[in-house]
């Protein structure tokens, strides 16, 4: 039980690593790895659901919602940065759009 716990505990700090790492050179590649990771972790606690009491696995528990809350916190900063890109690329086609009108209008 114990090398179960300790590979999901591994795949959800190498995930919210690899969440913090990830660029838009990388995104895709990152994004697939911790999908990958977060799969395999949770077919580990399936297993352990199974075999194990949840009293058993209550003695784990703080560490794991601790990292699982710390990778979702992940997962709303990049939604949240990439939101921020497209608001910005959003303002510059408008900007753009704009001064299209106003040459146009002054010919």
């Known amino acids: 039980m114990k090398d179960k716990i300790e590979r999901i505990k ?8 690899t969440l913090n790492e990830i660029t838009n050179n ?3 590649k990152n994004l ?7 799969k395999e972790s949770q077919k580990h606690k399936l297993f352990l659901l199974e075999n194990y009491s949840k009293a ?7 560490d794991l919602t601790n990292l699982a809350k710390q990778i979702k916190k992940s997962f709303d ?3 949240e940065n990439k939101k921020l890109e497209l608001d910005k690329v959003k303002f510059q086609m408008k900007h ?3 001064q299209k009108k ?3 209008y002054i010919r």
């Open 10 to 17: 591994f795949l959800l700090v190498e995930a919210n690593k």
């Open 26 to 28: 990388n995104f895709e």
């Open 32 to 38: 697939l790895f911790v999908k990958n990771a977060l």
């Open 56 to 62: 058993e696995l209550m003695i784990f528990e703080p």
């Open 77 to 79: 900063n990049i939604i």
């Open 96 to 98: 753009k759009l704009n």
């Open 102 to 104: 106003l040459v146009n």
